[in-house]
């Protein structure tokens, strides 16, 4: 199985800050990796897929970035409803794999 | 807009079998752009991938599961199935489901899922 690693596993941030999250995988995804939002009691929420790759509707704050191995999630300014749990995903290969996440809370 | 509705048991003895279902709306399973998975989360393990199902009935699924593991389609009524056999404790868990984005890079990423459907596993 290809594992997958996150760091921070947490951080403490304000509204406007630059945050990076970063994902790392066993082996190489190429540039299979998608990242998600997940707020307690909902399911996860597809942010970036094919690791650049913006979904239709979410903020231009968001995006991704890596090939390979190293994968980069950035919020370029936190907003009030960015405060969440990030996991990175690979769709390499099977069987799909997650990160631990990354829970950003209000500092 | 897709939208998916995991339905089932909340309560599952140890040793049973766990059966979810998961109602399409909005598009239709019988299509062969997509694969519709089944995922859980623990706050132990985190999230995992179950497996998927493809419209032609092929499955999939995580080896860490496979002997228990069965995912199945209903194209009459938009809805696919997950059971889990032989049940513990340790299958206690939010089940998601979910469909991927298709082609390319799409694929095995998850672009519409449930709400998630807790099942608990005890006695």
């Known amino acids: 199985d290809i594992q997958m690693t996150q760091s921070p596993s947490s951080l403490s941030a304000s509204v406007g800050d630059r945050v990076t999250i970063t994902c790392r995988a066993s082996q190489t995804i190429i540039s299979y990796l998608n990242w998600y939002q997940q707020k307690p009691g909902k399911a996860p929420k597809l942010l970036i897929f094919g690791a650049s790759n913006l979904q239709s509707g979410v903020p231009s704050r968001f995006s991704g970035s890596g090939s390979g191995t190293d994968f980069t999630l950035t919020i370029s300014s936190l907003q009030p409803e960015d405060f969440a749990t990030y996991y990175c995903?690979?769709?390499?290969?099977?069987?799909?794999?997650f990160g631990p996440g990354t829970t950003v809370d209000i500092k | 807009q897709v939208q998916l509705q995991e339905s089932g048991p909340g309560l599952v003895k140890p040793s049973e079998t766990l059966s979810l279902t998961c109602t399409v709306s909005?598009?239709?399973?019988?299509?062969?752009?997509?694969?519709w998975n089944w995922i859980r989360q623990t706050p132990g393990k985190g999230l995992e991938w179950i497996g998927y199902v493809y419209y032609s009935g092929s499955t999939k699924y995580n080896p860490s599961l496979k002997s228990r593991v069965t995912i199945s389609l209903d194209t009459s009524t938009n809805q696919f199935s997950l059971s889990l056999t032989s049940v513990t404790a340790a299958d206690t868990a939010v089940y998601f489901c979910?469909?991927?984005?298709?082609?390319?890079?799409?694929?095995?990423?998850?672009?519409?899922w449930g709400q998630g459907a807790l099942v608990t596993v005890s006695s």
């Open positions: 995903q690979q769709s390499n290969r099977t069987p799909l794999t």
């Open positions: 909005g598009g239709s399973v019988n299509t062969d752009t997509y694969y």
């Open positions: 979910a469909r991927d984005g298709g082609g390319g890079h799409g694929s095995g990423s998850f672009y519409y």
